[in-house]
């Protein structure tokens, strides 16, 4: 039977692990936007001189394990000196992992973008920078939104690792719970519940914004995301 | 009378494709200079090379008395006093008419925004779209805007107008509309070079005809010389093709 005295006498518990689930996603969310965003304009650059380490790091992460690159920055950057709290080393893990992934996002976004557009305000006068800032992202952005909310709830999810470096966000809350109580089915179970719950709201965030467009009864249209770009 | 475009010896080249032969162009205040000529004559990219849409390898351009390859201050220079309108409008989709029209005042010459929005309602009005003010580009029809991409260019106080096909994107039905607008500002006194094959609006508008083949300026003349005493004989098979 299900435990419904321990579920609410551990719930405060859990919501305050979920909060700090998320702030280590929304921060993380953030960091990596911002890293995507320049690593995406960069990558559609010509210069091989800004296209080979972009590639580099873009593979890289692509191709490593997001637990090793968690583990790698905390126990391994303090060999060079750079002495990280766990928080920090995950927020940068994170940020490092999921920018990777947004960069390709917007890099597509970008490639699918008029050339007159830029061409219109290189005509008008307005500088690179005003071009992007004004023309070409605020475009990007909008198309992008469906993929971008779709990597944010990976995201949510691969904050779980954060447990293994004594983060108290939701996996490891449920893990010392469940060793305290040793009721691992409600521990776990609320968790997964809450994580679920997450990913229904984005979901359903992301099926308002891309619009009616996508119509059909199927599963995937409550549980999957919208069409990526 | 001030020249407003001097050309020499350009050359443009795509890869190994030779695109622009050594053009030489003059153009002075007020001229209407039409462009024409066969399809790949290179027409457009010459129109690009004047605003640096299109880099060029060789020779000279200078708009407004400026070198527009010697300085990134020249071209900047050139790009805010000169207007550009596409055959495909390049509107900004995702902002109103409005906000199309007052951007580049606003964020360029760094005019005041009320300021900058009383005249492109002004703009506006002036190309017959007073209702459109709060519309997005995706509601409007062709017609509408290629009018709005003028008033957008206009609202800089160009001291040329560079136009390349304006009308051979749109329904026969709108074309008179967006002419009608050209046709005024011509007769305002604007700088204009137009590549165009609507050799009615040339006869009525122009003061010049250039000829455009194979990259080369063929005939450059008064527009009167044009039509009825064509040099060459490529501009003669032109004329019979298309009149
Ligand atoms: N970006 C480009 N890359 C490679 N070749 C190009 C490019 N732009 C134009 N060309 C080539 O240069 C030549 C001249 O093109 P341009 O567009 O200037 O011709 P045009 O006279 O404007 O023709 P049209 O009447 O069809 O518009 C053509 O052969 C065209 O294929
Ligand atoms: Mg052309």
């Known amino acids: 039977m299900l435990d419904m005295r321990l579920i609410s006498q551990y719930l405060p518990e859990f919501f305050e692990a979920l909060f700090e689930t998320l702030k280590v996603a929304a921060l993380s969310g953030v960091f990596a936007l911002i890293i995507g965003t320049v690593v995406g304009i960069i990558s559609t650059m010509k210069s091989k001189l800004a296209i080979i380490p972009v590639g580099i790091y873009t593979g890289f992460i692509r191709s490593t394990p997001l637990l090793v690159q968690l583990y790698f920055v905390h126990y391994g950057l303090p060999i060079t000196g750079i002495m990280l709290t766990s928080f920090q080393s995950a927020i940068i893990a994170f940020s490092l992992n999921s920018g990777a992934y947004i960069s390709e996002i917007v890099r597509g976004g970008l490639a699918s973008m008029d050339k007159g557009q830029s061409e219109a305000s290189r005509a008008l006068g307005l500088s690179w920078f005003q071009t992007m800032r004004l023309i070409i992202l605020p475009q990007v952005f909008k198309k992008i939104l469906p993929p971008l909310i779709s990597q944010f709830s990976y995201l949510i999810k691969d904050t779980s690792l954060a447990a293994v470096l004594v983060i108290p966000e939701l996996t490891y809350t449920a893990r010392k719970i469940a060793a305290r109580t040793y009721m691992p089915f409600e521990s776990f179970g609320v968790p997964m ?13 992301s099926r308002f914004i891309s619009g009616k467009k996508e119509p059909g009864r199927s599963a995937r249209r409550w549980f999957g995301f919208g069409k990526v770009v | 009378m001030e020249r407003v475009v001097r050309i020499r010896g350009l050359h443009k080249s795509f890869g190994k494709l030779h695109v622009l032969k050594n053009i030489d162009l003059d153009v002075y205040e007020s001229d209407v200079l039409v462009l024409c000529g066969p399809s790949g004559a290179g027409k457009s990219t010459l129109l690009r090379c004047i605003n640096m849409l299109e880099h060029y390898h060789e020779g000279t351009i200078d708009v407004l008395g400026k070198d527009i390859k010697s300085s990134r201050a020249n071209l900047s220079y050139v790009r805010k006093n000169s207007g550009m309108v596409f055959q495909h409008f390049n509107l900004f989709p995702h902002i109103s008419v409005m906000d199309n029209v007052a951007l580049a005042p606003i964020h360029v010459k760094k005019i005041p925004k009320d300021q900058a929005y009383e005249k492109a309602k002004g703009l506006l009005d002036q190309v017959g779209l007073s209702a459109k003010y709060d ?35 749109l329904d026969p039905e709108m074309i008179k509309e967006v002419l009608d607008v ?14 165009s094959h609507e050799m009615g609006f040339a006869r009525e508008v122009a003061n010049k005809i250039g000829f455009l083949d194979d990259g080369k300026i063929i005939e450059l003349t008064p527009k009167n010389e044009f039509f009825t005493n064509p040099r060459s004989e490529r501009t003669k098979e032109f004329l019979s093709k298309i009149l």
Not at chain 1, 193 to 204: D, P, R, V
Not at chain 2, 145 to 163: E, G, T, W
Not at chain 2, 182 to 195: C, E, S
Request: glycine share 10%; no cysteine; charged share 15%.
């Open chain 2, 182 to 195: 050209m046709i005024k500002l011509a007769l305002g006194g604007m700088t204009m070079i137009i590549v």
């Open chain 1, 193 to 205: 519940l809450m994580y679920f719950g997450i990913y229904l709201i984005l979901a359903l965030l």
């Open chain 2, 135 to 169: 519309a997005y580009p995706g509601q409007l029809s062709g017609g509408q805007k290629q009018r709005v991409a003028i008033a957008r260019a206009l609202a800089m106080d160009p001291k040329l107008m560079l136009f390349d096909e304006p009308t051979s994107a």
